[in-house]
Every structure is written in C-alpha cells, then in structure tokens.
C-alpha cells in the first residue's frame, strides 16, 4: 500500500475529489491533502463567500476593496461554487516538502495546486542562465512528483517538467499520468523552434495537456517565439508562465494576444501586467499561480485583489480557468481554515514543518530554500 502522509496538524476533514484524482491519485491509503468543510461558511451568501484574507488579518472584499484587519480572521477566496487553484507551483517531491505545501496551502485557502518539479538546478545559476543564455544538463525527478501528488488525489495535480532534447520518449510514454506538460527556455536552453519542442508539444496535445513555459529575451525564446509555436499547433493550450521573465512584459501581451490559445499565468509578475493581461486578454485567459516556495502566498493573492475584478472575473481567474484548462472538476470546493488555526496547528507541529505566514516562528527546508523566522534571515541553501 503507498504511504500517506497528513499535511502537517491538519484536522480530521472530508477529501476534496477532483475529476483527475484517480489519474493522479491512484488506489489505497488516506489523503495527505482533506480538509473540513465550514457550514458557517458556506451558508453564507455568494458575494460574501468569495471575499479573501489574506494571512495577517487583512479582509478583502468581493469587489478587491482592502477593508482593515482584525474583523475576520478566514484565510480564503472561495468564490461561488469553487475556491483558490494554484496554477504553479514545485514541490521538491519528498515527504517534508508535501507535507509544507499542502499546509501552507491550508493557511492561505488555496483549494488545488498545479505541482511540478523543483530543485532542477541552483538559483544562480538559473539567474545566470536567465542572463547570458546556458544549458543545463539536469533531469527533473518527475517521478517523485508524480508520486507526491498520488498521496494527494483532489489537492496536488502533477505536471511533467521535460526537457526538449532528452525526455521525448519519457513523456510520450508516461506522460498520460500527469496532467499538464512544463518546458524551459531559462533551464534547458531550447529554441520554440526546436524539433524537440514540437514532438513535446504533438505529444502534449496527443495527451490533451496544456503547455507551461516562461519565455526569455533571445531569439528564439521571445514571446513572438512563443505565439509562432501558438499557432503551429492550435489545437494545443499553452500558458506564458509569470506573463513573461522581467515582471513587466506587457508587450509581450501584444505579440500572444492574437493567439486564442495562449493564456498568461501572473505569478511573479507587477500588478501593472497583471491588469494589462485581464485587459487584453480578458479574464477567461488569466490563471492565478504563486512560484511556490519562491513566491508568498499571500503576495499573489493580495496582487490579485489589487485588480479589483467582479466577483465572476475573480472566480475565472482564481479557480475555473485552471479547472478547465487541467481538465478538473471545477464544483464545490471546501472551505479552509482560520487563520488563528493554522497559527494553533503550526505552534504544535515540528519546527521544521511549521507553517510560514501563520504567526509562528516557523522553519521550513523545502531541500532548496530554508527559511528561519527565529533568526529573521531567508537564505538560499541550494537548488531553485
């Protein structure tokens, strides 16, 4: 029987179920990822429902208005009929780290995550690749994040990071377990025009996955790339990761928008390129995704709320968008906790899995990033 592992001190709760839970969850065990339900909460009205706090007691109303700490403590956004889908997140595929994920997704009411492989290569040297071009000659460990999400059926949706010119065959062969397909310029130093990058993307739409990538400023890597790749194979969703690398690449909206099969996922990037996304692309084309662990949590959420969209554009952009583009089930979702449980819960735990964000002096060593509030340091231990 596979091992199950419980987020850390959660409590007793029903499972959220997701369409994919049995491609990526599989048979046996208990969930790492459930979570009760809050009748309090869902007895209440749509608008009210679909409001957020963010960790630290600041309500944000439906309608994106910072409304003051201290009057509720809910650490949510569960729009009408669902909740928070994280388009993007890693995970560096062990016991600890699902274990952090799933509870910082807990303290911050994020419903699902989309998880691929962290820990593929150094941060510097991603930076320095990112910089003055490179390739790295790192393999994801796809297996254990297939892995890691299989213990979370309807939390963790697993997607298969490749590289153009190794993992062909890998993915044409095991890629039918997963749920998306990842592909990087920055890590593995690849052209859109690459044969490589076209057998991935044929299989990925063999496959019905949609294709996450984050472009860069060289030829062959640039947005206009990207929207060439677009419209070669249109019938294949592709996701222009962080809107772009430098956070404000609105003219990269420019060259993708003509493109109806290109969204833009906003993690990383400035509010000013979040709203041009919404704007131009509109709000059905726009995914919510936090870079975790490289990201906060609450930092993305609170960029989200600065957009001030109508409760039905902040349901797409949070939640339905992923759903559809994933292939979940994009009903109910349950409610999430307090803030001041998650604070309880992570003041029980082991210090090495306390909850970031949730009041606590928490440490958490995702193999790549350790970060030790009791020092008041953040510092890089190795690998992105």
């Given amino acids: 029987m596979t091992p199950m592992i419980s987020p850390v001190a959660t409590r007793p709760a029903e499972p959220c179920v997701s369409a994919g839970a049995a491609g990526a969850g599989g048979a046996g065990g208990a969930d790492i990822g459930s979570r009760a339900s809050d009748p309090a909460v869902a007895s209440r009205g749509a608008d009210e ?18 409304t003051g700490p201290g009057a509720d403590e809910r650490v949510s956004v569960s729009a009408a009929g669902g909740g928070v889908f994280d388009f993007h997140a890693r995970c560096a595929g062990n016991v600890r780290s699902a274990r952090a994920l799933l509870s910082v997704m807990d303290s911050h009411g994020i419903t699902r995550a989309a998880v691929s492989a962290g820990g593929v290569v150094p941060l510097q040297q991603l930076s320095r690749q990112i910089n003055d071009g490179g390739r790295a000659d790192a393999r994801a460990d796809n297996a254990a994040t297939f892995a890691t999400c299989k213990r979370a059926p309807g939390r963790l949706v697993p997607v298969y990071f490749a590289d153009p010119l190794r993992d062909v065959d890998a993915y044409s062969r095991d890629g039918g ?66 809107c772009g690398h430098t956070g404000l690449d609105v003219a990269g909206l420019d060259d993708l928008a003509a493109e109806p099969n290109v969204l833009a996922e906003i993690s990383g990037c400035l509010t000013v390129t979040a709203r041009a996304a919404v704007d131009r692309l509109g709000a059905g084309r726009v995914l919510f995704g936090t870079e975790y662990p490289l990201q906060a949590h609450s930092v993305e959420l609170a960029k989200v709320a600065a957009l001030h969209l109508s409760p039905a554009d902040r349901h797409r952009v949070l939640w339905a968008n992923a759903c559809r583009v994933l292939g979940e089930d994009p009903g109910p979702a349950p409610q999430m906790k307090t803030t001041s449980e998650a604070s309880r819960e992570a003041r029980r735990a082991p210090s090495e899995e306390r909850i970031p964000g949730a009041n606590s002096d928490a440490r958490v060593d995702f193999g790549w990033i350790q970060r030790d509030r009791r020092a008041g340091t953040g510092f890089l231990a190795g690998k992105e």
């Fill in 177 to 242: 377990r997963f749920r998306g397909l990842e592909i990087s310029p920055a890590v593995h130093g690849f052209r859109y025009d690459d044969a490589g990058v076209a057998e991935l993307v044929a299989a990925a739409g063999d496959a019905g996955h949609s294709v996450y990538t984050v472009t860069l400023a060289r030829a062959g890597a640039r947005s206009a790339d990207l929207a060439a790749l677009a419209r070669d194979f249109p019938h294949v969703t592709f996701v222009w990761g962080h």
């Fill in 49 to 66: 429902a679909s409001s957020v706090t963010v960790t630290g007691g600041v309500l944000i109303d439906p309608r994106g208005r910072w």
